[in-house]
């Protein structure tokens, strides 16, 4: 099974790129984001696969990131999308776009994606929202005091949440700084992970 592939792009296409690793060419199919990440013709790209073998065909999807790709997996796993309307959805939501899509329950969001509609995008909020946590908006936020990753207790709230958010593709530090604002938010309450996500959403989306 491939799992990466390190090469040069060799061309791109509408929704295809074309990576030549050592003179072997491997056609990959890509949502827009991740076509728009590695480049054109020429320049060195990394992509994240993932191998779909059939009776009558092998078949790589590349992802620029792993987030991207672990996000094209969950959405395979909701009832009736398939990989064209997965990678639809990838390329015109990125994987932040997209969690935030889903805390929020914006199924309009996700229906912009062409041949994904409306029903479409309240199933995959429906079937998602338990699996995954809220993603959060970092960017533009300063560091505020809290506790350091390494103060958190294992296998408490705090780590999960904080480890969901490294999952999804942000730093560690960065998961960590939020989810300390949401417990400063919740007092002397004491949240589930799911709820420290949510309350560090709400602020750092404001």
Not at 55 to 83: I, K, M, N, P, Y
Not at 107 to 112: G, L, N, V, Y
Not at 175 to 183: D, F, G
Request: aromatic share 4%; hydrophobic share 45%; with cysteine.
């Amino acid at each position: 099974m491939i799992g990466k592939l390190k090469g040069i792009v060799d061309e791109t296409g509408l929704d295809t790129a074309l990576i030549d690793v050592n003179g072997v060419c491997y056609l990959t199919s890509c949502s827009a984001t991740t076509l728009r990440q590695i480049g054109g013709p020429g320049d060195a790209a990394v992509l994240h696969i993932e191998t779909y073998v059939r009776e009558d065909q092998l078949r790589l999807f590349g992802f620029a990131t792993e987030a991207e790709r672990e996000w094209f997996r969950l959405l395979l796993s909701v009832q009736r999308v398939g990989a064209k309307a997965a990678l639809a959805i990838l390329s015109v939501l990125d994987p932040q776009s997209l969690a935030r899509a889903i805390a929020f329950k914006d199924a309009k969001a996700i229906a912009t994606a062409q041949g994904v509609g409306p029903k479409v995008g309240e199933r995959i909020i429906s079937e998602l929202k338990d699996k995954v946590p809220a993603s959060l908006a970092m960017a533009g936020k300063e560091p505020v005091p809290g506790k350091e990753v390494g103060e958190v207790p294992a296998h408490s709230a705090e780590a999960d949440a904080i480890s969901a958010l490294v999952n999804l593709g942000y730093a560690q530090a960065q998961a960590a700084q939020a989810v300390s604002r949401a417990v400063a938010k919740a007092g002397d309450d004491v949240p589930g992970a799911e709820q420290l996500i949510r309350v560090g959403l709400k602020e750092l989306v404001s």
